[in-house]
């Protein structure tokens, strides 16, 4: 790279051959929190209280507090999430670094049959099928799973929980292995509350893309929306987590740069 | 025999929603004793403990003996309805607007003999000034005298006939002193707990116009909450306590049609101050228990107020469901009983800026309840369905504080008698 592309770039930002998408959605007490066992500690939905709204709390201003959890709204989960990544070197939102937050994107396309399934997961061998259409999925690329989940707009059925819990999709153990043994990517990316399926805690291992996704120091993107915008190869996603010290993860604002020409 | 009430017509729109006016409220410290009683729905009177006579009105000394060893004591209230007379004309806007007003003398039964001063009979029985429940018969006629909270909250003693009567509670003297939830809107802020249910059932068995009902966080499926939606009478609407936007909006969707409002929100867990490391569910307790009264306070609270003399169907009652160990701190349940604390002092401020509009708020101060978190405590514990029907009956009853089940009497007395014992007896791990 002789040549600097950034004026480019801008420019085609502005001139819209570059479109901008946000992938995230918006941070709202009414988008529903990711729902533990009663006797667990609980990660906090996001609140707001006003401060002042231009009246005699402060009649220049209208401002608020907010209150969440670190795993709240479209949020990132840092190698320190879980168990398996705790010991890795750069594995909080404060030490991940920052030219992991830029990276290229593959979507894989899962609409179909998660219409059939609401507990669809995601296979190796799917993945490979998918890259025999679309290539190798890069190292260091994320790989997010398009399931138009997140135009389930009411919190119920986005949550969609029966009496034996939670169902949303996800991959399964040997889709999450295959990636991280063997496509080394980013990070892998959802649509739904998690990134591993409603059902995971009874997949062997419990939760496995938490668990090895993390476990090899790459993260995760939970609550995304407008995958259906991305192409299946090509965006490139941004990606920066709040700066908290020691953070097991972030809400943030998910962008992707798609080619439009 | 009372009239029985009919369905009230809906209110013309047309016409404006008159301001609540109140029956005078200032009582000299001495006589809030006799409230006092009332508000835990007992008929008390002062007893000279030197002398035995019995004292009515209230004051500083024994009017038989001087001797200021008076002690409040239950009284039963039996006696005879000796004069009555009924008000067609008063200064007193609040009984202006209610004439005609049955009112009495009645001579008790129980009292001691004495020169009989002025305000005791010759025998040093005490006579009573009170309203007359319209289905007494005309003197003499035995009777059965109730205290009563007014709706400035304030004792008034009311006769009732010697045994109950066909739709007795219809009265308009009754009505005016309860809170009877028959023809009324009631919201029960919370229909996903088994509490929540109970109060539901018991608002519609009750007579209940229409019960909203609140449901947060709607992907949880909770046994018994489809069974609630189903009845007749409920609405379910939206509500999370600890969002304010989710509590204005409910308040705003539905406020002007809420008569009763009984606060089944909560958070209970039980563990010792080290028995959870961190304050997330302290938070929990707090956020739910105490900053969520405060909201529905906040955003209910004006609108009921505005509805304190609207129609026949006015804004009553607010209803509280705290804990008695909201008075002293059950060590094993620490975070919870002192979320309740907080909502009870809050639950006292709440009650007095809406005793000024004529609505009642009604704490209740049940011991253990028989509900998933209080597992491994051992029975006696309060159902559900217990602790609904005490609701219910501090409504069509009258008292604002009641404490439901044994273990909640038998601490509430010990607490009067010394708050330091009960306090070492607790942590004692009784």
């Known amino acids: ?42 990660c906090w939905p996001f609140r707001l209280e006003e401060v002042s709204r231009y009246d005699d709390r402060g ?61 669809f997961l995601l296979s190796a061998d799917f993945l490979r099928n998918w890259e025999e ?25 986005y949550q969609n929980f029966d009496e034996e819990g939670q169902h949303t999709p996800g991959p399964d153990t040997d889709a999450v292995r295959f990636l991280v043994e063997e496509r080394d990517v980013m990070g892998f990316g959802s649509e739904c509350i998690g990134t591993d399926a409603g059902q995971a805690m009874h997949l062997r291992p419990p939760y496995p893309c938490h668990y090895y996704i993390h476990g090899a120091g790459r993260y995760g993107l939970q609550c995304l929306t407008n995958l259906d915008l991305l192409p299946p190869t090509g965006s490139v996603v941004f990606t920066a987590p709040l700066k908290i010290k020691q953070g097991s993860g972030s809400p943030l604002r998910v962008l992707a740069l798609v080619w439009e020409g | 025999m009372a009239t029985p009430l009919k369905k ?60 200021d060893r008076l002690d409040w004591t239950p009284r039963s209230g039996a006696g005879e309805l000796v ?3 009924t008000l067609r004309h008063a200064m007193e806007n609040y009984f202006r607007e209610r004439l005609p007003w049955r009112l009495g003398i009645v001579k008790l039964d129980s009292g001691q003999a004495s020169g009989g001063p002025p305000g005791q009979s010759e025998s040093g029985t005490p006579s009573l000034i009170v309203h007359v429940h319209g289905d007494c018969a005309e003197p003499p006629c035995r009777v059965r005298v109730r205290a009563m909270l007014d709706r400035a909250g304030q004792a008034v003693l009311l006769a009732l006939p010697e045994k109950d009567t066909p739709h007795m509670s219809d009265d308009p003297q009754m009505r005016e002193l309860t809170c009877n939830p028959k023809f009324r809107k009631v919201f029960v802020t919370d229909g996903k707990n088994p509490v929540g249910q109970a109060v539901v059932r018991a608002m519609v068995a009750a007579g209940s116009d229409l019960v909203w009902v609140g449901e947060a966080a709607p992907w949880k499926k909770i046994p018994g909450f489809e069974e609630i939606k189903a009845l007749p009478e ?20 539905i406020g002007p049609k809420v008569d009763i409002l009984v ?168």
């Open chain 2, 8 to 67: 009230p017509k809906r209110k013309n729109p047309v016409l404006r929603t008159r301001a609540p006016m109140l029956p005078p409220a200032p009582r000299s410290r001495i006589s809030l004793g006799l409230t006092s009683g009332a508000a835990r729905g007992v008929f008390e009177l002062q007893v000279c403990r030197d002398c035995g006579a019995v004292q009515y009105p209230p004051r500083e000394a024994c009017r038989v003996c001087l001797s």
């Open chain 1, 59 to 119: 009649l220049a201003a209208y401002w608020n507090n907010f209150s969440c959890g670190e795993h709240t709204g479209t949020h990132f989960d840092a190698p320190i999430h879980w168990v398996s990544g705790r010991n890795l070197p750069n594995n909080s939102t404060d030490t991940v670094p920052v030219e992991n937050m830029v990276a290229p994107a593959c979507v894989v396309d899962c609409v179909k049959h998660v219409e059939q399934n609401a507990d």
């Open chain 2, 234 to 253: 409920v609405t379910v609407v939206d509500l999370d306590v600890t969002n304010p936007d989710s509590v204005k909006r409910c308040a705003g969707q």
């Open chain 2, 263 to 430: 606060n089944t929100a909560e958070q209970h867990r039980a563990y010792t101050v080290g028995g959870r490391y961190g304050t997330e569910n302290a938070r929990a307790e707090m956020e739910i228990n105490y900053f969520g009264l405060l909201r529905l306070a906040q955003e209910f609270g004006p609108v009921m107020m505005s509805r304190g003399a609207d129609t026949e169907t006015n804004a009553v009652a607010w209803v509280n469901i705290l804990s008695i160990f909201a008075l002293a701190n059950k060590p094993d349940q620490s975070t919870f009983s002192a979320s309740k604390a907080a909502a009870h002092s809050l639950a006292q401020a709440m009650r007095a800026g809406m005793h000024k509009t004529g609505v009642r708020v009604i704490n209740l101060y049940p011991g253990p309840l028989d509900v998933e978190w209080n597992q491994e405590l051992r029975p006696p514990k309060v159902t559900p369905a217990a602790l609904a029907r005490a609701i219910v009956a501090a409504l069509q009853g009258g008292a604002e504080d009641v404490y439901p089940g044994d273990i909640a009497k038998d601490w509430y007395e010990r607490w009067r008698r010394d708050p330091k014992v009960l306090e070492r007896e607790l942590a004692q791990g009784e």
């Open chain 1, 133 to 157: 259409e679309h290539g190798k999925i890069p190292p260091r690329s994320w790989v997010l799973m398009r399931t138009d989940w997140s135009k389930r707009a009411d919190p119920e059925s």
């Open chain 2, 83 to 85: 004069a009555h007379t």
């Open chain 1, 1 to 42: 790279m002789n040549a600097n592309p950034l004026p480019d770039m801008v420019r085609g930002i502005a001139e819209r051959k570059i479109r901008v998408i946000d992938l995230t959605q918006t941070l709202t007490p009414d988008f529903p929190q990711i729902e533990l066992p009663p006797e667990m500690g609980q």
